[in-house]
């Protein structure tokens, strides 16, 4: 295999249905290993199987890549470059994918065959009957069968001229070894006797997938193919297909990844199992059944967030560092380093990550994410004041919008007042306590945290306890949150002593 090439990844999605977050992190270490080594990073669609195609999977492709940050460099969506088009159904019009076809056939590596869905039907019977494990079309079979290894030369041709359809099916030998690299797995020896003559062109002219990507994969230049481990079991059968065409020694690398598994580790992660969290990127709608999806840009995920969280997933730089930029992504990764077995999704820690990464950002950053939830909710709101409330509400934060959940008593005045505290704290004497600190706060000039925690102290040593528990909740409606100096200060002295007043108001007249 050629280790010298210039790096050239693709990452090579069908457009069967929504991307989710397996096929993310297959574009993400293909990305991540591109930049490493200053190669170009490609965006194919493989959409040779037009009876699975669907609407709009290609646009969402396109536009997770971009939330995402993972950009290619050349491809569908963004630029073509010079190996274009990048749609196998638009290259399948320039008749490549048969022309390597007729290469095979002329190699030795391929054969035509003529079954019927009916013959090949009684064929599985057959075999079945005879309590074969997995019947399959191969070195034994096939001579059972109507194909150009069975049929005169002469027999072929006929119905090759009289427009029979046919499919070309690989030739795969008995008995051989097939060994190839998996730069994750390390070396894979299979026998070809367990391998099934795959079929490479349909009779409607299609390629099948095997047979478009190495095609593709030749054309493109691709040094390394970076891509699941369901990929993995037909493998071999590509590789034979290069040897066939003389070109086992230039094939690129081969990288199969880990799969991502439920979060109790038994299975494949699927949508309806993420614990609550989106397996999509962005909303998708499934028009064939009609059921949607969140996303996880929807949900208030940030990309970076994600992308850190989705780089772990099978990956880890070796210095246990979690939070990575991109750009740390770029400098550590290496594919020696992904790891062969599944990988766990792990919910809670997929919103720590946001987390984190909420905790980084600057208090105007934030403010300037919150406007667009204040507005929904008809709040007008000066940018300081709201970059203030991120700063004082972020630390329990692990959304955007949870600020807003959390801090909404920072833009609107409370109409109740938590039911427990009332009952248990309210009375004439607590009252006249906080009439008094109200008239001291009134003196504390400026009206900062600081001050505002002298006078509390001064206070408590000249009149006594002071029940913050209370007086929280009277400004609030709420008894607990972050700092009570702190809310005080932000809110200012006047809305502090309208709410209190206005409390008392409240409070006593349902009292009374
Ligand atoms: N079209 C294949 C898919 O949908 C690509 C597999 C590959 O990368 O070779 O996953």
């Not at 963004?78 to 019009?93: H, I, N, V």
């Not at 102290?457 to 609030?476: C, H, P």
Request: proline letters at 4%.
């Amino acid at each position: 295999m050629n280790t010298e090439k210039r790096v050239r990844v693709r990452f090579a999605p069908s457009p069967t249905g929504g991307l989710h977050m397996g096929g993310v992190r297959t574009a993400l270490f293909n990305y991540l290993f591109a930049k490493k080594h200053n190669g170009d990073f490609i965006l194919r669609i493989e959409d040779t199987d037009q009876n699975r195609y669907v609407k709009g999977a290609e646009d969402y492709i396109i536009e997770s890549l971009k939330w995402c940050g993972i950009e290619p460099n050349e491809g569908v969506g963004f630029g073509d470059g010079p190996y274009a088009p990048y749609r196998q159904s638009e290259r399948k019009e320039t008749g490549i994918y048969r022309k390597y076809a007729e290469k095979l056939i002329e190699a030795g590596g391929a054969y035509y065959a003529f079954d019927t869905e009916e013959e090949l039907e009684e064929m599985r019977k057959r075999l079945e009957a005879a309590k074969v494990v997995s019947p399959q079309y191969n070195h034994i079979t096939r001579m059972n069968m109507r194909n150009s290894l069975t049929l005169s030369h002469d027999e072929v041709q006929k119905l090759l001229d009289s427009g029979v359809p046919y499919v070309i099916r690989l030739k795969v030998p008995r008995n051989e070894e097939i060994r190839f690299y998996d730069i994750i797995r390390g070396w894979i020896v299979v026998n070809s006797s367990t391998i099934d003559d795959k079929v490479l062109l349909k009779s409607d002219g299609m390629p099948t997938y095997h047979l478009a990507h190495i095609v593709d994969d030749i054309e493109m230049k691709i040094s390394h193919v970076i891509r699941g481990e369901e990929w993995l079991p037909s493998a071999p059968a590509h590789v034979l297909t290069y040897r066939y065409l003389g070109l086992e020694k230039d094939m690129p690398q081969l990288a199969h990844l880990p799969l991502i598994l439920k979060p109790d580790g038994k299975g494949k992660l699927s949508k309806r199992d993420t614990s609550g969290l989106p397996m999509f990127p962005l909303n998708w709608y499934d028009e064939r059944t009609g059921e949607s999806y969140i996303g996880y840009r929807e949900s208030g995920f940030f990309p970076e967030a994600f992308i850190n969280m989705l780089a772990l997933l099978g990956w880890n730089p070796g210095n246990n560092q979690e939070i990575l930029s991109k750009e740390e992504m770029i400098q550590l990764f290496s594919l020696e380093k992904v790891h062969k077995a599944g990988a766990k999704f792990d919910p809670e820690k997929t919103k720590w990550f946001n987390q984190q990464y909420l905790r980084k950002k600057d208090k105007y950053e934030l403010a300037e994410l919150l406007m667009p939830i204040l507005k929904e909710n008809n709040i007008e709101a000066d940018k300081d004041y709201v970059a203030q409330v991120c700063e004082l509400m972020k630390e329990k934060a692990y959304f955007v919008k949870d600020i807003w959940e959390m801090g909404k008593y920072m833009f609107i005045e409370p109409s109740s007042y938590d039911e427990k505290i009332i009952q248990k704290k309210w009375t004439a004497e607590s009252q006249s306590v906080i009439v008094e600190l109200l008239n001291l706060l009134k003196e504390t000039k400026p009206f900062t945290a600081e001050n505002i925690h002298h006078t509390f102290e001064q206070f408590t040593k000249e009149k006594g306890k002071i029940d913050y528990q209370l007086l929280r909740t009277l400004v609030t409606g709420v008894s607990s949150g972050p700092s009570l100096a702190n809310i005080l200060e932000i809110l200012g002295f006047e809305k502090v002593q309208q709410r209190i007043e206005k409390a008392i108001q409240t409070l006593s007249s349902v009292k009374s």
